[in-house]
């Protein structure tokens, strides 16, 4: 009986490792995809390249702008026209499952402070399928030394 139990152990570690080893590759996976749909909407604003990231939706949680993938194409092309000039600089990403957490810089027009902002994604097989974000100006002083990021 205690070769079984001991058995039984090793067989649980073993397939715990497992998981947890397919768990690390899948939120490494989803972090490249999500670093890569952001370069290619964000920065390189080519709704195109960026669309192939997308899930069968898009469900957009931040008020201010269009739900969909269609609202995201309007994105893309708001920022080409009036920010052709935009730069999102990743300093941070997180996974946790299906959801990616990105820290980012956003710099709408050269020279100025710009945002920090938190996105998260959810991913479903391997596809962008909901985004929610916080945005917070980056003050010309701080209360702390610490930095934003």
Known sequence: MRFVSIGLACVSIFLTGA??????????ANKKVVVEFYDKGLNQKDFEAASKYFGPRYVQHNP???DGIEGFKGFIGFLR???PDSH???KQVFA????VILHVHAVREKGTRGNAIID???LENGKIVEHWDAVQPI??????TNGMF
């Open 81 to 83: 026209e009036k920010f």
């Open 64 to 66: 201010n702008a269009a």
């Open 120 to 122: 998260i994604f959810k």
């Open 139 to 144: 003050p010309e002083k701080s209360a702390n």
């Open 96 to 99: 946790d499952g299906d959801y």
């Open 19 to 28: 998981a947890l080893a397919a768990d690390t590759s899948n939120q490494e």
């Open 88 to 90: 999102s600089e990743i």
